[in-house]
């Protein structure tokens, strides 16, 4: 392992949780990041039918003054499965701490209730491996 794989931030941005109203998951500080990009990877495990969920992430420089609007966002799932997001923070130099912001809606017959059950990982992109995707992006260009 290189010392670069034990500074990288790999860590849960929302425990895996039941969820039945829209909410925010903790403050999560990336400052000590050394690439400023990440995957954020929505992970659905139950639902039920006529739903959907959105989730959005949300910077700020101190962790408590969160800016109006989301830095990236996944578009609404209505399944269960696995979504990447790459969040890109190096555009975004005043963000220190990153939480992520959940939408859940119902419709149709049955319960009015949603109900997901869900969790959220983020982790950092190496500067090597960004360096490295970035070239083979631009060759296949």
């Known amino acids: 392992m290189t010392k670069l794989d034990m500074t990288t931030i790999n860590t849960v941005l929302v425990p895996e ?11 999560l500080d990336v400052s000590g990041a050394v690439s400023r990009v ?3 990877t929505l992970a659905i495990t139950k639902i039920i039918e ?38 890109d923070l190096t555009t975004h130099a005043d963000v220190k701490h990153v939480r992520a912001h959940w939408e859940v809606a119902r419709w ?9 059950e869900f969790g959220v990982t983020l982790k950092e992109i190496p500067a090597n491996i960004l360096k490295e995707a970035t070239a083979e992006a631009r060759a296949l260009a």
Do not use: H, N
């Open 50 to 87: 006529q739903e959907s969920l959105g989730l959005s992430v949300f910077g700020s420089a101190d962790g408590a003054t969160w800016g109006a609007k989301s830095i990236a966002e996944v578009p609404q799932k209505f399944y269960c499965g696995e979504t990447p997001l790459l969040l």
């Open 38 to 40: 990440f995957l954020v």
């Open 17 to 27: 949780q039941i969820v039945t109203a829209k909410g925010d998951g903790p403050a």
């Open 108 to 116: 149709g017959r049955g319960t009015e209730t949603p109900m997901f």
